[in-house]
């Protein structure tokens, strides 16, 4: 079975400073991990993805994320926090085994103070 | 860029109406997607097709049915709205074996 914890719903930081949302994956299968973005009143964008290749994947707009087989986890990091940033990120899994079916993480609103 | 475009906004529907949702892609994709997501819940599949006339239920497809009569066009019916399917519906396009999702704008349906 697949599944996606985000550990956090919500997630502030101040302007500048670093940004860490968690993800943790359940996967019976090799698995794709990707982080997609929803600003307000937008559609949903790819950020970055991991495939199996590089474990360390760098996105857009300066985010990046590690995969780490032994911690089943894909954490989503930026080093210094802008207010455009703010929107709602979700993790995603897929695995191999079904490419058709993506599953979504419950969601972490990101919020930047000024 | 690549279109994925959701026909409604926002719609407001009565208990027990029939309700169409219609979702249209300009690239070609082969597989279509039809999502609900929640606050705390985040995104659910509820229908996805891999190709014209080809459907796969998704993990809460109970109270909905989908068409695709054309590659293009994916439609979601509620055969009689319930307020439980009060939510923001999504629709997403992709080709196989891709591992970008395009998403439209979201439907926000209110059903009183």
């Known amino acids: 079975a697949q599944s996606v914890t985000q550990l956090d719903s919500h997630v502030s930081v101040s302007e500048g400073t670093p940004v860490l949302l968690r993800c943790n994956y359940s996967s019976s299968y090799s698995p794709s991990l990707f982080w997609y973005v929803q600003h307000p009143n937008k559609g949903l964008q790819l950020l970055l993805k991991y495939t199996s290749a590089a474990t360390l994947v760098k996105g857009i707009n300066g985010f990046e994320a590690e995969f780490k087989k032994s911690e089943t986890s894909f954490h989503l990091t930026k080093p210094s926090a802008h207010m455009s940033d703010a929107a709602e990120y979700f993790c995603?899994?897929?695995?191999?085994?079904?490419?058709?079916?993506?599953?979504f993480g419950s969601g972490t609103k990101l919020n930047v103070k000024p | 860029d690549v279109k994925v475009t959701q026909s409604s906004r926002y719609l407001v529907k009565r208990t027990g109406e029939k309700v169409f949702l219609e979702c249209v892609q300009d690239?070609?994709?082969?597989?279509m997607f039809w999502y609900r997501q929640d606050p705390g819940l985040g995104l659910r599949l509820i229908y996805f097709s891999y190709d014209v006339k080809m459907k796969e239920k998704g993990d809460i497809p109970e109270g909905y049915s989908v068409s695709r009569e054309k590659k293009e066009r994916f439609s979601l019916i509620l055969e009689s709205a319930s307020t439980n399917q009060t939510s923001m519906y999504l629709c997403a396009s992709t080709r196989v074996l891709s591992e970008k999702l395009f998403f439209g704008s979201g439907t926000q349906l209110s059903v009183l």
């Open positions: 995603v899994v897929r695995t191999k085994y079904n490419f058709n079916k993506f599953y």
């Open positions: 690239m070609d994709h082969e597989n």
